[in-house]
């Protein structure tokens, strides 16, 4: 677990600080991946189609948009701050880069995609 841990410490060190101000979306449904997100602190607002009434999200960081950056799709849901939020931002190619330089990020990535499909189920439909 120690090296999930590096993977982590060096991943977020990676990131780009952003604070968003209130109201101001950090993608929208249907639009492509271009960047991955961690949300560090504030308020959110997540909605889809599937779930217009969205959720809001205050709680623990958590990553938002890594599958759909690693599969090359567009944003299933629309996330938009409720307060002035804290986030680091990766762009896609950077963020495909630390996949490959750093020796446990599949792992680490894989594992904070489910981390965030745990959370947000009822609001991005699965296929089967």
């Not at 120690?2 to 109201?23: P, Q, W």
């Not at 960081?61 to 890594?66: K, N, Q, S």
């Amino acid at each position: 677990m120690d090296h999930m841990i590096e993977t982590e410490r060096k991943v977020l060190a990676s990131g780009i600080e952003i604070n968003y101000l209130a109201n101001e979306f950090l993608f929208r449904q249907g639009q492509k991946a271009e960047f991955v997100f961690y949300f560090q602190g504030g308020e959110i607002a997540l909605k889809s189609f599937n779930s217009p009434e969205g959720i809001i999200y205050h709680a623990n960081p958590i990553f938002l948009g890594i599958s759909e950056v690693l599969e090359g799709k567009k944003h299933t849901f629309s996330a938009e701050t409720l307060q002035t939020s804290k986030f680091l931002v990766f762009e896609k190619n950077y963020f495909l880069m630390l996949m490959q330089e750093f020796d446990f990020a599949s792992s680490y990535f894989e594992q904070k995609s489910k981390e965030f499909d745990a959370v947000f189920t009822e609001l991005v439909p699965h296929s089967i």
